[in-house]
C-alpha cells in the first residue's frame, strides 16, 4: 500500500458529517458517498463506516486522498451501485 493511514487520519471531521449527512447505509452502517477535496476534485464511491471513517474508495487498492482534505460530502443514487437502501434517518 502506498498510502497508509493511522485510523485517526481516516475520520472526516464530525462537523462534515453533521452538516452534509445523514446518509443512507448499505450494509450494517456503511455507506457509499461522494466526497468533493479542498483542491475540488470529488471522488465516488468512497466507503463510509458510521458516523465519520473512510475505509475504501471503489475500484482503488489504497485511498487516493487524505480524508482530511474532504471538504464536502453528498450521496447520489450511483453512491448505491444498485444495493438496497436503508434510510437510516428511519431506523429504529
Do not use: C, W
Not at 12 to 22: A, C, K, S, T, V
Not at 28 to 46: I, P, R
Not at 63 to 90: A, C, M, R, W, Y
Request: avoid cysteine; charge should be negative.
Amino acid at each position: 500500500m502506498k498510502n497508509k493511514y493511522p485510523l485517526n487520519e481516516l475520520a472526516i471531521p464530525l462537523h462534515i458529517i453533521e452538516r452534509d449527512g445523514p446518509f443512507s447505509t448499505f450494509k450494517q452502517d456503511a455507506s457509499f458517498v461522494t466526497v468533493e477535496l479542498s483542491n475540488g476534485k470529488n471522488v465516488t464511491g468512497v466507503l463510509l463506516l458510521h458516523p465519520n471513517y473512510v475505509i475504501a474508495v471503489e475500484g482503488e487498492t489504497d485511498l487516493p486522498f487524505s480524508p482530511k482534505n474532504i471538504v464536502k460530502i453528498t450521496q447520489t443514487k450511483e453512491d448505491h451501485n444498485g444495493e438496497p437502501i436503508i434510510d437510516s434517518s428511519k431506523a429504529n
